[in-house]
């Protein structure tokens, strides 16, 4: 499995952003997609989890209500639309293939986002 995010970049508080994971690898389909983010001198933080098949997409509360995990499953893209963002949003933002219980098996390069007040 290999994952490839982009999207980040520098925006002022209370924009937007849309970052994009595309998947590729024969069993891709096997896994769930999460993304994660690890600011400056902080621990890996996990965000929100999809799957390629349905069901609903799981948001950690420190996101939920302003960040929107989707997906193309034609494109085998997963997107992460991020709305109001403020300052301590700043973070590289990863990608991730989860195995049962949300365990991340393989990552993506990583995009960073920075958000200035």
């Given at each position: 499995v290999?994952?490839?995010?982009?999207?980040?970049?520098?925006?002022?508080?209370?924009?937007?952003?849309?970052?994009?994971?595309?998947?590729s690898?024969?069993?891709?389909?096997?896994?769930?997609?999460g993304?994660?983010?690890?600011?400056?001198?902080?621990?890996?933080?996990?965000?929100t989890?999809?799957?390629?098949?349905?069901?609903?997409?799981?948001?950690?509360?420190?996101?939920?209500?302003?960040?929107?995990?989707?997906?193309?499953?034609?494109?085998?893209?997963?997107?992460?639309?991020?709305?109001?963002?403020?300052?301590?949003?700043?973070?590289?933002?990863?990608?991730?293939?989860?195995?049962?219980?949300?365990?991340?098996?393989?990552?993506?390069?990583?995009?960073?986002?920075?958000?200035?007040?």
């Open positions: 290999q994952l490839q995010a982009s999207g980040g970049g520098n925006v002022q508080a209370g924009g937007s952003l849309r970052l994009s994971c595309a998947a690898g024969r069993t891709v389909s096997n896994y769930g997609i993304w994660f983010r690890q600011a400056p001198g902080k621990e890996r933080e996990f965000l989890a999809i799957t390629w098949t349905g069901g609903s997409p799981y948001y950690e509360d420190s996101v939920k209500g302003r960040f929107t995990i989707s997906r193309d499953t034609a494109k085998s893209t997963v997107y992460l639309q991020m709305n109001s963002l403020q300052p301590e949003d700043t973070a590289v933002y990863y990608c991730a293939a989860l195995a049962r219980a949300l365990r991340p098996e393989y990552w993506g390069q990583g995009t960073l986002v920075t958000v200035s007040s």
